[in-house]
Every structure is written in structure tokens, then in C-alpha cells.
């Protein structure tokens, strides 16, 4: 009853019941309390499940962390129209989204397949550099939906600090060892490979 009063009070100030490992609470180790839960679960009175389910309680800290990591990549593509995720990125509430994405790159070939499936679906980049250049020309076609034409000049920088007269740049010079579809896919919104011809 003690420790899970000490639960209580950490998920009224917090909103969740997501204790990170090594925390204290009033300083009782509330971390220990809480790994001793759930490694004991199936050996708990249905009733301390119960209470602890009723409480918000999460049993299983990885599937919860995929949930979490997967809807936030999901508001972002619904917000930025891709999963282009800066490695270093964090959403409001602070969730490092830039590190999840890493991750998941990293544990692919461990990953189950419908887990895969799932960040196929909403367009996860498997490859960061191929998620570097849908960004970037995300970036280009608001930049042209707005201004009504490709002349980025050179330092720009969007509100985000994405460095889209850096990326445009790149996209110049490597004009002749870039694939046929992002070149047509530049040349069909009236891309200027010429830098000369572009005033910035």
C-alpha cells in the first residue's frame, strides 16, 4: 500500500506511470518497486493487477515505447506530409522522436514483420539519406506552393531549421550522378539546375 500510495502521487504530478529507471520517490526507490511488479505479475492477486491496470500501469515498458514512438512518428508525417525525423528531434512533451527513428533503422533485421508493415505503411525511410531527400523536397514543394517558384536563396532556412538553400544546393551538384526519377521529379516543379540563372 505504501509503495503503490508513492505510484499514485508520481502519476498525479506526471500523467503516466512510466517511473524511469533509477528514480526516487520521496526518496524510496520507486524504480525497484515498480521492475519488482511486473516481474512478479504472474504471481499477483488479481486484485494488485487490477489496481495497477486502473492506475494506468504498464507492464510491458518496450511494446509501450514502439506505441508511443509510432504514434508520434504518425502526427509528424500528418504534420510535415513525411518521415524525414531530424535525429535529434524531440516532440513538445519532450519524446526524443529523432532517436526512436535511429533506432528502429538500426534493429530492422530483429524487428517483427508486422511492426515493419506498420512503418511501411505511413512511408518510414529505411535509409536516412533517402529520408534527407524526400525532407528536402518536401520542403521545396511548400517553399514553391508558397512563393510560386523554386528560387531558394542560399542560406534559407525554413521555420524548422531545415537548411533548404544548402539542400538545393546539393541537388545542383549532384545533377549527373542523381537517379532519373529525382531528377525528373525536380525538373516537373521547374527546378533551376543553373545556379547563374537563379537570382538568390
Not at 40 to 56: A, C, E, I, Q, S
Not at 96 to 117: E, F, H, N
Not at 133 to 162: I, P
Request: with cysteine; glycine share 10%.
Amino acid at each position: 500500500e505504501f509503495w503503490f500510495g508513492l505510484l499514485e502521487e508520481f502519476k498525479e504530478r506526471e500523467g503516466n506511470c512510466n517511473v524511469p529507471s533509477g528514480h526516487c520517490e520521496g526518496g524510496f526507490r520507486l524504480s525497484h518497486w515498480v521492475f519488482n511488479q511486473r516481474s512478479n505479475k504472474n504471481k499477483m492477486t488479481f486484485d494488485r493487477v487490477r489496481r495497477l491496470n486502473k492506475l494506468g500501469f504498464v507492464w510491458d515498458v518496450l511494446s509501450e515505447k514502439w506505441e508511443q514512438g509510432f504514434e508520434e512518428l504518425k502526427k509528424f508525417k500528418e504534420r510535415e506530409g513525411h518521415c524525414g525525423v531530424h535525429q535529434h528531434h524531440k516532440t513538445d512533451d519532450g519524446f526524443a522522436l529523432g532517436t526512436w527513428v535511429s533506432v528502429r533503422r538500426t534493429v530492422k533485421a530483429t524487428m517483427a514483420k508486422d511492426r515493419i508493415d506498420q512503418l511501411d505503411a505511413i512511408g518510414f525511410f529505411w535509409i536516412a539519406s533517402d529520408g534527407k531527400w524526400k525532407r528536402g523536397f518536401s520542403e521545396l514543394l511548400k517553399f514553391n506552393e508558397r512563393e510560386g517558384h523554386c528560387n531558394v536563396k542560399v542560406r534559407y532556412v525554413t521555420d524548422d531549421g531545415w537548411r533548404l538553400g544548402a539542400w538545393v544546393g546539393k541537388q545542383r551538384a549532384a545533377k549527373d550522378s542523381m537517379s532519373a526519377e529525382r531528377w525528373q521529379r525536380l525538373d516537373e516543379i521547374g527546378f533551376i539546375w543553373d545556379a547563374s540563372k537563379d537570382k538568390t
